[in-house]
């Protein structure tokens, strides 16, 4: 484990209970049984675990956050197989998923196909959005960049899938003011960091938080769900927020 893992750990079972059964969205990048895809893969062992724990604490597991306290989002970075080739598991826990995809990364090694993801999208528990064309740090681009990134991933994924894609996840996280208001005005109604703290309480308008659990054991889980990370704002708003 690294410093900044040990660190985060630390702190996030210091902190717990600071606000209580506020509702969260939390990151995961891939489940995986057998064959694992990823490195942020998490073992569907633990995918379960975390399952129980979230209704044995009393929340709702949505596909979108309406209510202030009580509900818990699950969203997936870079559309990675796993979740395609364990979707029985999704079904049988019905647990509603958002995945957010990498257009560029559509049909390469490790990653969903078309087929597959229309397959998933035409399933009642998955919601896509998009984690842009390229996956190149927003917050380093050029203004036409981003506005590429962000307005054709978007048209890739409405036309692939016949849905509206309303939301855009930030890769590695990385933002600044400048990309929060291209995005907002490609048609963006939510943006979604890695900034961790209750889902409602907006970073800046429509940038919503989440927080990072893919390698969390059981008792870091339970922090994080008790808002044990939210004092990381500060530390992630640092690493991931360009002013
Ligand atoms: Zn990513």
Redesign the pocket.
């Known amino acids: 484990m690294n410093l900044g893992a040990l660190f985060r750990r630390i702190i996030i079972n210091a902190n717990q209970s600071s606000s209580y059964m506020k509702s969260r969205s939390l990151v995961y990048?891939d489940i995986h049984s057998n064959i694992c895809y990823t490195n942020m893969s998490t073992s569907l062992d633990l995918f379960i675990n975390h399952i129980r724990i979230i209704r044995e604490m009393g929340f709702n597991i949505v596909s979108e956050i309406t209510k202030e306290e009580g509900q818990i989002q699950l969203t997936f970075?870079?559309g990675f197989l796993g979740i395609y080739d364990n979707i029985s598991v999704i079904n049988e826990l019905d647990v509603s998923v958002k995945l957010?995809i990498?257009t560029s990364f559509i049909g390469k090694a490790s990653h969903l196909d078309k087929k597959q993801l229309v397959e998933l999208s035409n399933n009642p528990l998955i919601t896509i959005g998009s984690?842009t064309d390229s996956?190149r740090r927003l917050s380093s681009l050029h203004k036409d960049e981003v506005l590429n990134e962000l307005i054709y991933s978007k048209e890739i994924l409405e036309s692939l899938l016949d849905i509206t894609i309303n939301d855009l996840?930030y890769?590695?996280?990385k933002f600044d003011k400048r990309v929060i208001n291209i995005a907002r005005d490609a048609g963006y109604v939510n943006q979604y960091s890695l900034i961790p703290g209750a889902f409602l309480i907006e970073l800046f308008k429509n940038v919503r938080r989440r927080s990072l659990v893919q390698s969390s054991n059981k008792k870091d889980f339970r922090s994080i769900l008790n808002g044990g990370d939210d004092i990381l704002e500060r530390w992630y708003m640092k690493k991931h927020f360009k002013s």
Request: negative net charge.
């Open positions: 990048h970075d870079d957010f990498v984690h996956h996840c890769p590695e996280g």
